[in-house]
């Protein structure tokens, strides 16, 4: 599953993993274009790790495979070392090193000679903009400094790929906003990106393409608006009343008028639900704005003090949530079946 | 009950290294008693039989109590401090003492089951008859303050440090010097007249702070280093010095649980280069080589883990072994020197064995803190996966482990060499023994190392690596010398040869014909045994290592 149809970097062809009866990874296919960043995003324990420990040779897939910049993360681990930086969740710190020694150990095990390395180390850090804590204490700190110099050290071999867990995770704002500008910044020098990350709005703003995974299967790929525009075929309004009194009768109101379009055929089946303490009514449905504008006129005639009529702008949040939700409404019904049959 | 006392006790027994140790200890108290147990229906009226049990069993049981019981209480504060635990007691209604209560009744309750564990062997041992109650009486009260002692000198380490295995390596260091370099001074001054009575006093004093002279009393053996003196009972003044100095270092620990525990800012790393010059001069002539330098990059032709060891290490850096090599050196030649000039009445040989077992204990010390966290450390800090992303292989990367530690350890065996040199110089006949026990001491080493490498690699956390590494190392190598103890009663003199064979420090005490050792042929066999066994324990740390680098 590629987006543009280009030339591939990462290449993920029918990924399985299994680990006894647990199936991990499901048949997972997709590619990322050079230059890319890509959204990975799930739930936890949805497979993402599991996906990003075999495509850097930490881990063998049961079936499948996946190649990197042409080289097979079976069986060409020594190159794809080289291809790949990762910057795992966990910051692997060393005490008593400072950051140089740190960078500089992590520059030696890579093969880098001494010269180009001391040069190195001023590079990843000014790009990480980490100048200035060259020579303080690994151990001594904060996780937003840490997770900086992470990214330097993911960068020291200048690899082509970096796949980054949770690189945002524990920033404050300042540090995320920064983080974020660091990721494009890593795009435009045409490095390829996998990023995971539970802060959504933040994989939105920066990200080429999104992939959604849950259970091991993946349930979307595309470019964010790709995926918007999939979730958005049910839209969300709401309705803000003036006396919480009001919110049951509204409720039933919305919720007569949706199931008679519903017979009428005019849009699928939607459902009202009332909010008292927000005096609020929200409801979904798939209907187009010229259907639903005579709702608002129905409501205002029935005497209902409507203050606010609005829709609700989706974000790559609510389209994670729709299809975990539908990933669980499936399994739900695929239990209730087997139930029955049984 | 203080809920703290049920969490850390229960805690304790549910762990497996609690529930073998226990086994462990049961299985050979009643094997002591055994072998010396009557086979025929008559009666020893003089008590000797039952006495030569009394012994081994005695001497085991404070082996196991030194040994075994400091590997709780070291860890007990540091872990809860790191894993934010102890953060969340302070905010409870629970005040510091409350918490101190409740974890050392945990460990000393631990402490209690393992001297429970003895009960039936020392039972036994009292119906073999010949020994009075009193002696069992003694022997248990002095144990018992033995394991409060060590249990708040390990707190109180414990609330200092802030990582879990240099709680273990204080801790056992510390217990060490307690046992064994305590009675130095009365050893070196009694009956010299340096520094008059008061220094004899002082020495006597410090003398008791090991409980050695104290079960040496009990057990009938008089004094350790009394030399036949006539003094106050060892017990006595170890029962005052345990309580007195256990209540010290309660209260002392109970200080420190306050919230003032987490002040600790974040280092600035100011480096050298950048301070004043009255400064850099002072550093440069108190470090010789100053860790806060700015380093230039590791050199092509050292290994970088082995360089990323030694700078990771806060005691293994090159001013700390520096420091310890100098005071080796200074110390053996002191020794030797001692002994030539009739500072003290001991020989040549008494010397040699001193030298050799304070090395030994060094390294015992140095080579399971040095080596059980290799791989240990590296996966509990998350640098385990970043070495297997890194196109280093595996050989050289445990290369380069090993080898941090084989310097260190080649450093301090080099260190003595001042002494043995002076010692062929006074006696020129002993060079070829002098050769063959530095052959002993390396292969000591070599086996210290292999051992503490290949256990420490079986665990995934530090603290647990270190704890087991230490007790695992200490047994090796010190019960064969518990076995020599027991020589000619309960054991026989093949019995000892063969437990010495199992060690080099054995054949090195036999070389250098220390008292008690001249009898026993151990080379080249025990070299062998400790070549065989080394190959063996880096074969388990290769399949281990292999193991954790492969993809599955």
Redesign the interface.
Same mark, same amino acid.
């Given at each position: 599953m590629s987006v543009s149809g280009t030339s591939a970097v990462i290449q993920i062809d029918q990924l399985t993993k299994q680990y006894g009866e647990f199936t991990a990874l499901d048949s997972l296919s997709m590619q990322v274009e050079q230059g890319q960043i890509m959204g990975f995003i799930g739930p936890n324990g949805a497979g993402k790790t599991t996906t990003i420990k075999i495509l850097?040779? /930490? /881990?063998?897939p049961t079936s499948g495979g996946a190649r990197i910049a042409g080289a097979d993360c079976l069986t060409e681990?020594?190159r794809i070392?080289?291809l790949?930086g $990762?910057m795992?969740d #966990?910051?692997?710190? $060393? @005490? @008593?090193?400072?950051v140089?020694?740190y960078l #500089?150990?992590?520059g %030696?095990? $890579?093969?880098l000679? =001494?010269?180009p =390395? /001391?040069k190195r180390i001023d590079e990843v850090l000014e790009i990480a903009g980490a100048s200035y804590m060259k020579?303080?204490?690994v151990d %001594?700190?904060s996780r937003g400094m840490q997770q900086r110099v992470a990214l330097a =050290?993911t960068m020291m071999h200048d690899p082509e790929v970096l796949i980054l867990d949770e690189p945002a995770n524990g920033l404050d704002p300042q540090a995320r906003i920064d983080m974020r500008t660091l990721l494009l910044k890593l795009s435009d020098m045409g490095k390829t990106l996998i990023v995971t990350s539970h802060i959504l709005p933040e994989l939105a703003r920066v990200c080429d393409v999104v992939a959604m995974i849950t259970k091991g299967k993946l349930r979307a790929f595309g470019t964010v608006d790709s995926i918007m525009k999939d979730i958005q075929q049910r839209r969300t309004f709401e309705i803000q009343l003036l006396q919480r009194e009001s919110v049951a009768g509204a409720t039933k109101n919305v919720q007569v008028w949706l199931d008679q379009q519903a017979e009428h055929e005019k849009g699928g089946p939607g459902k009202a639900t009332g909010a008292e303490a927000e005096q609020m009514v929200r409801f979904n449905t798939s209907l187009g704005d010229d259907a639903i504008a005579p709702l608002l006129a129905q409501l205002v005639q029935q005497g209902q003090p409507v203050s606010q009529f609005r829709e609700v702008a989706t974000d790559l949040e609510d389209a994670f949530l729709h299809v975990a939700n539908e990933e669980q409404a499936s399994l739900d019904s695929a239990d209730s079946t087997e139930v029955a049959a049984s | 009950m203080n809920p703290v006392i049920r969490r850390e006790f229960v805690g304790i027994l549910r762990s497996p290294r609690a529930f073998g140790m226990l086994a462990c200890l049961t299985l050979v108290f009643s094997i002591a008693v055994l072998t010396r147990w009557p086979s025929d229906a008559s009666v020893d009226l003089s008590g000797l039989q039952s006495l030569q049990v009394f012994r081994v069993f005695g001497y085991g049981l404070m082996t196991g109590v030194v040994f075994l019981v400091p590997a709780f209480p070291a860890t007990s504060l540091v872990n809860e401090k790191n894993s934010g635990t102890l953060a969340l007691l302070l905010n409870s209604p629970m005040n510091g003492g409350a918490i101190y209560l409740g974890k050392i009744s945990g460990v000393l309750l631990f402490s209690l089951l393992v001297l429970l564990c003895s009960l039936p062997a020392s039972a036994a041992c009292f119906a073999m008859g010949g020994i009075g109650g009193d002696k069992f009486f003694f022997l248990y009260l002095v144990l018992g303050l033995l394991a409060l002692q060590y249990t708040t000198l390990g707190m109180l380490i414990s609330s200092y440090v802030q990582t879990s295995d240099s709680a273990v390596r204080l801790t056992y260091a510390a217990v060490f010097a307690l046992l064994f370099l305590s009675l130095l001074p009365d050893a070196f001054f009694r009956g010299t007249g340096v520094g008059g009575e008061f220094a004899a006093a002082i020495g006597d004093w410090t003398r008791n702070l090991s409980p050695l002279p104290a079960i040496m009393e009990i057990m009938g053996q008089g004094g350790m280093g009394s030399l036949g003196l006539k003094t106050l009972p060892g017990f006595t003044r170890f029962i005052a010095l345990a309580v007195v100095s256990s209540a010290g270092l309660a209260f002392w620990t109970i200080a420190r649980l306050n919230h003032r525990i987490f002040d600790q800012s974040r280092s600035k790393g100011v480096i050298t280069d950048d301070r004043g010059t009255k400064s850099r001069v002072v550093r440069r002539l108190l470090y010789i080589v100053d860790p806060q330098r700015r380093k230039g990059g590791i050199p092509w032709y050292l290994n970088p883990v082995m360089v990323k060891e030694y700078r990771c290490r806060r005691f293994g850096r090159a001013q700390w072994l520096l420091r310890l090599v100098s005071i080796c050196a200074v110390s053996s030649m002191v020794l030797t020197y001692m002994a030539a000039t009739g500072v003290t009445s001991w020989g040549v040989e008494t010397i040699g064995a001193l030298l050799v077992l304070l090395q030994v204990l060094l390294v015992i010390v140095l080579a399971p803190s040095l080596g059980s966290g290799l791989i240990s450390g590296e996966r509990d800090s998350g640098g385990w996966e970043l070495l297997r992303m890194t196109p280093i292989s595996s050989f050289r990367l445990v290369f380069g482990k090993l080898m941090s530690v084989v310097w260190t350890l080649l450093l301090v065996l080099m260190a003595t060499l001042p002494g043995y040199v002076m010692m062929v110089l006074i006696a020129p006949e002993l060079s070829l023994q002098v050769q063959q026990v530095l052959v002993c001491l390396l292969w000591t080493s070599i086996y210290a190392l292999a051992i503490s490498a290949a256990v420490g690699s079986l665990f995934r956390s530090t603290a647990v690596s270190t704890s087991i590494t230490y007790v695992v190392v200490i047994s090796i190598f010190l019960l064969p010398l518990l076995v020599w103890l027991g020589r000619d009663a309960p054991f026989g003199f093949e019995s000892v040869q063969t437990a010495l064979l199992t060690t080099p420090v054995g054949a090195a005490l036999s070389v250098i014909e220390a008292p008690g050792f001249e009898s026993y042929d151990l080379l080249p066999a025990s070299w062998w045994i400790a070549g065989v066994l080394s190959s063996l324990m880096f074969l388990v740390l290769g399949v281990q290592v292999w193991r954790l680098s492969r993809a599955v």
């Open positions: 850097v040779g /930490l /881990l063998k681990s020594r070392k080289k790949v $990762y795992p #966990d910051f692997g710190k $060393y @005490n @008593n090193m400072r140089s020694e #500089d150990f992590f %030696a095990v $890579y093969g000679s =001494r010269k =390395r /001391l020579d303080l204490f %001594a700190l =050290r | -």
